[in-house]
Structure formats: C-alpha cells, structure tokens
C-alpha cells in the first residue's frame, strides 16, 4: 500500500530550552492509504501532543524538538516535511491534504456562520469553487454525512444542531478537499454512546469510500477493533507496540498492551473481569532510566528492565518496546496477565 504519511523520530516538549520537559520522544509511523492506524494509550500519554504535532497545531510553549513529518504528494512532487514547512504551506495542507477531527465539534465550528456557509468556504479557500457551486457542494456534503433535509440545514447556524450533527457537520467540513489523511483526535468521546457508534460507523465508511488514510486517537480499545487495521500504543510519550489489530489483540508482545487489553470493559463480555491497571502514568520530565512502565508492571525484573533504556525492536510488521519481550513470548505470551507468572 501507498505511504501517504511518514512520521520519523518525532519530538515534542514543552517550556523554554533551559528547561524543557520532553511530551513525546521519538515516535515513528507510516500512514497508509486506505489503512486506518489507531493510536491508544492511558490520559497523558501524548497522543494528542502527537497529532497536534502532525500539522503545526502544537499549542503556545510546546514545540517539535526532532524528527520529520513527510506528506507524500501525488505524482512527481517532492514530499513535503510537514515540521519544517512555513505557516503559508501549513495552511494550505491543513483542510485540503490532511484534515483533523477534534473531540468538541464546536470547537471547529464558528457560532456566527451558518453550516453550510462553512463547509462551502472550505472548497472555495482551497479549491478556488465559485460561491454557487461550493453552496451545492456543502449540500452534497451534509447530505453524504447523514443529515436529513441537508438543503434547509446547510442554512441553519451550529446551535441549532446536536452534539452528533456538529460533529457530522465538522466531519463534512474535514472531508469538504476529499483529503489524502484524516486525523480523529476522540472524535466521539463527547457524544452520547448512542451516537458514538454512528459517527465511527460514519467515519470508517468515509474513510474507506475515500481511501483515506486515517489516525484515531482513542482510548477505547473497543473502538478500535471495529475501526482499524493497524495499532500503536504510546506509554509515557513513547511508542510501546505497534502491529495489525487481529494480531496484537490476540497476541500482545508488551505487558502494557496486555494490561490495557485486560482493563478494556470488553473483556468483561469474554468473561474476564475488567482488571485496572495498577499505579499511575509517570509524569512527565522525571523519566526512570529503564522501561517507563517498569514500576507498573507484572512482568518488570531490575535487570534488564531497570537499568537502561529500552528500544523500540522490530520483527516483521510488529514493533515492541519491551527488555523481556522473548523471554515472555517463550512462556507462552502476555494475553491473560492476571493469570501469568512472572
Ligand atoms: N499546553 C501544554 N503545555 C505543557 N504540557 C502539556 C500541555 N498540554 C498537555 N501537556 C502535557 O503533555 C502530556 C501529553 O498530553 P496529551 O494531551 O498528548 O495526552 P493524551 O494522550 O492525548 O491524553 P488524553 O487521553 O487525556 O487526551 C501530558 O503530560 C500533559 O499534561
Ligand atoms: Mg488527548
């Protein structure tokens, strides 16, 4: 499949360079088209920092310290480095190569305009649509993200829709260029449950008409299994596992993964009691020498857990970060930890 994204080495901190506190360190990726990559991980482990990172929407005082965001272009073009781009190139890419879906749909909504008014300006900025056709266009739109009578709608301003309309219309504002990459940062979380279903249901159809390829943030695993291809969870800002969902849900290689599985709601529908996952995420700045996760985990030993850092290994299409990870996988895997010996 067609890299469309490719993130290397990438660096986030906060604060001034004297006393910067590094959020995310070192994370890599490729985003494929038609493939959708979800990115999971406990609150604060710096998925959002990683998105924001993707298209310069970093917020004031945190910065990219290291590594490249490459956007493939089509046909001959050179790749664009999405770090090092200017302002001008950023604004260009943002909504029409790459588009971002937030947790708030109000957010990305202007009270003042109507919704249709806002989609259409999408294609008219970046497309150069003429005002007429763009109207249609944001119609067409409303009508493909499941918004009944779409003709009226489009004249109405955001108050008047629901929290899951917003959040059909702002998709619709995303997909307005027909973007290469679509990055969902917990685009339902603040939806009814009801409506959460509908809008991943909405999401993945998109995506998959479209051959988009797509990031989404999450921190329901539940989610993931029904929406992506490809999994990669992040500890303490860093890349812990990444591999295909069918195969790290069967098969997780570090405890980490293994304990968030074993902690999702979904595993109480196995039969399994939903275990929590002992302890807290370290805060950031005050990084332990070895593994992140070492003062947490089941399978943790001083050496080598403890004693210096751990890298990122890769065999075939699965990445881990985990000292023990052979040594585990040779006693039989990490799939049930309550009930594995350490
Ligand atoms: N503006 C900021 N300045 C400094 N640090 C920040 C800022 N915003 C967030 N952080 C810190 O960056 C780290 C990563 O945060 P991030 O928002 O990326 O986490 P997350 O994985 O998206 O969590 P959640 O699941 O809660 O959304 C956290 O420790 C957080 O406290
Ligand atoms: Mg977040």
Wanted: proline share 8%.
């Amino acid at each position: 499949m067609t890299h469309v994204l490719e993130v290397d080495g990438l660096s986030v901190a906060a604060g001034p360079a004297a006393r910067r506190v590094p959020l995310v360190h070192d994370v890599s990726f490729r985003l494929r088209a038609g493939e959708a990559l979800a990115l999971v991980g406990e609150s604060g482990s710096g998925k959002s920092m990683t998105a924001l990172a993707l298209l310069g929407l970093l917020p004031r005082g945190v910065a990219v310290t290291a590594g490249s965001v490459r956007l493939l272009e089509p046909g001959d073009r050179p790749p664009l480095d999405l770090v090092t781009a200017g302002t001008r190139t950023l604004a260009d890419v943002r909504g029409r190569r790459v588009a971002m879906v937030f947790q708030d749909p109000m957010a990305s909504l202007n009270p003042s305009i109507t919704v249709g008014e806002q989609i259409a300006e999408v294609h008219r900025r970046h497309l150069g649509t003429g005002r007429a056709a763009a109207a249609r266009q944001a119609v067409d739109l409303l009508g493909a993200v499941g918004i009944k009578e779409p003709g009226r709608r489009a004249g109405d301003y955001p108050h008047t829709f629901s929290g899951g309309m917003r959040q059909r219309a702002v998709i619709a504002m995303a997909l307005a260029c027909e973007p290469a990459v679509l990055i969902a940062d917990e685009p339902t979380t603040a939806l009814d449950v009801t409506i959460q279903a509908q809008i991943l249901d909405l999401l993945v159809r998109m995506q998959d008409d479209l051959g988009m390829a797509m990031l989404l943030v999450t921190h329901d695993l539940g989610v993931v299994a029904g929406t992506c291809h490809r999994l990669a969870v992040m500890y303490a800002g860093r890349l812990v596992e990444e591999g295909g969902v069918g195969e790290v849900f069967d098969d997780p290689a570090h405890p980490y993964t293994a304990a968030l599985l074993a902690a999702a709601p979904e595993n109480a529908m196995r039969g399994h009691k939903p275990q929590a996952i002992p302890g807290t995420v370290p805060a950031p700045g005050e990084p332990p020498p070895g593994c992140a996760f070492s003062s947490r985990c089941a399978h943790t030993r001083p050496d080598p857990c403890d004693t210096a850092p751990v890298e990122l290994v890769r065999t075939g299409a699965r990445s881990v970060r985990c000292a023990r990870s052979a040594d585990l996988h040779r006693r039989g895997g990490l799939r049930r930890p309550a009930e594995a010996t350490p």
